[in-house]
C-alpha cells in the first residue's frame, strides 16, 4: 500500500510539472512578439515625438500591440540603440559607416525605411514683426559674426538633430561657443521664444502642425519664419506643398530603422508607417508622405 501511495504521489506530481509547464508554454505563446503582436520600445529623435506618438496611437488602436515611446535628442538616442536592448529607432537621418559597422559586428543587419519628409523651422516672438530669415544670416551668427537681427538661437539640446543640421550647413564641427541657447524640448524652446524678444527658436516642423493644447498658447505669440535658402533669392515658408516642391531649403527625411533582427514589431510599425494609413497621418498632419495615400472615386449615375 505504501509503495502504491508513493507511486501515485509522483504521477501527481509529474502531472502537476507537466501541466504547469504547459501553461509556461502558453502564457509564453501569448507574451511572443510577433510583426503585429507583443510589445516593445521605441527610440525617438524628440524633435520628430509628435508625429511619431500619432502613428503609435493609431497603431495600438488598429493591433494588439503596445510600443512604449522613448524621446530624447538625437545624439542621446544612437547612444542608447547602440548600447541597450532597444532595437527600433525614428530620426532624421540615416545611420553613419561607424554604426552600420557596430551592427555588423553583431550580425544584425539594419532595416532602414524612409517614412516622410519633415524640416527644420524658425520662430520669433510676435513682437518682431520681420517674417523673414536669411539663412546666410543664420550662419554667420553661428560662426561668431555679429548679426542685429539675432539675439541668440535657441535649440531643444545641444545633442540635438537640428543643432547637428544647421552646423553641417555652416560648415562646423563643434558647437558654438557664443549665442546659443539650449533646453530639454521643442515645447520648451517654444515656450522660451514667446516670452523673449529677440530670439530665434529652431525647432521640428511637426511640433507647429500638431501642437499640444499648451503648445497651441505659445504659438498664439510667435512667428514661423519663410526662409531664404544660400545662394538663392526668394524667401520660402515651411509647408507641406513647398517641402513638395523642393524649394524649404531645411527639408529633411524621417526614417524608422529597426535592428531587431527578427520578424517582431520593429517590422510591423516600420511597414505601418510607410503603407497607406501611415501615409495618410502623415499627410494630414502637414509634413510630407513619402507617397501620396490613393482616394477612392465614386461615380453616381443616378440619385437615389
Known sequence: ????????SIFVCLFLLAFLGCKQSENSNKN???????????????????????????????????????????????????KDSTRIVVLARTLNKEEEKYFESVKIKPKTTIIGTDAIAFVSNKSNNDTLIALQDVVSFMQGKSQQKIKGLVFDNLNSSTLRYLK??????????KGIYSFKTNEEVLKY??????????????????????????LQKLNVLSVKGLN??????????????????????????NCQGYSGLGMGFASFMAGDIGQRIILKSGLLPIRTPGRKIIIRTKSK
Request: hydrophobic share 35%; net charge negative.
Open 1 to 8: 500500500m505504501k509503495k502504491t501511495a508513493k507511486l501515485s
Open 32 to 82: 511572443k512578439e510577433t510583426i503585429l503582436k507583443g510589445s516593445t520600445s521605441i527610440l525617438v529623435d524628440e524633435t520628430l515625438k509628435p508625429i511619431i506618438e500619432e502613428q503609435i496611437e493609431v497603431f495600438q488602436s488598429e493591433y494588439n500591440a503596445k510600443i512604449t515611446l522613448i524621446a530624447k535628442s538625437e545624439n542621446e538616442v544612437i547612444k542608447s540603440f547602440l
Open 168 to 177: 553641417e550647413v555652416a560648415g562646423l564641427n563643434v558647437n558654438p561657443s
Open 193 to 218: 521664444v514667446s516670452e523673449n524678444e529677440g530670439m530665434l527658436g529652431v525647432v521640428g516642423l511637426n511640433w507647429l502642425y500638431r501642437p499640444t493644447s499648451t503648445v497651441s498658447e505659445y
Open 232 to 257: 538663392e533669392k526668394t524667401y520660402v515658408s515651411p509647408t507641406q506643398n513647398n517641402l513638395a516642391e523642393g524649394t524649404y531649403p531645411l527639408a529633411r527625411d524621417l526614417y524608422i530603422i
